[in-house]
C-alpha cells in the first residue's frame, strides 16, 4: 500500500508538534516520507487519503509526549487503515 521512506518520497507527514499526521508537499525537519505502492495507489491520491485521515481528528488522540507531541509510524499506519476501512476505500 505504502512505506515510510527517506529515499524519493512521493509526499511527507509531519510526525512532531500540534499538526503531528499532516501530510505536506515539502519536507521539513520532522517529517517521514512516505512512498505509495503505484500498483495500489496514485500517490497523489493517497496523499489527499492521508489529509482526510488527518481531516478527522483521529491522530489528535494518539499523540504522545508532555513537552513536545509526537506520533509513531505504527499508529499513523493503524489509523489510516482503520480509518479507511470505516469510509470504505479500498486498495
Known amino acids: 500500500m505504502f512505506s515510510f521512506t527517506d529515499k524519493a518520497p512521493d509526499f511527507y507527514i509531519q510526525l512532531k508538534g500540534a499538526n503531528a499526521g499532516r501530510p505536506l508537499l515539502s519536507p521539513c525537519v520532522n517529517a517521514i516520507g512516505v512512498k505509495a505502492n503505484p500498483e495500489i495507489f496514485e500517490p497523489r491520491y493517497l496523499y489527499y487519503c492521508f489529509l482526510h485521515v488527518y481531516?478527522?481528528?483521529?491522530?489528535?488522540g494518539l499523540l504522545r509526549g508532555s513537552v513536545i507531541p509526537f506520533i509513531r509510524l505504527g499508529d499513523i499506519t493503524t489509523a489510516f487503515v482503520n480509518v479507511m476501512a470505516v469510509q470504505g476505500v479500498r486498495s
Do not use: L
Open 55 to 60: 481531516n478527522t481528528g483521529i491522530y489528535a
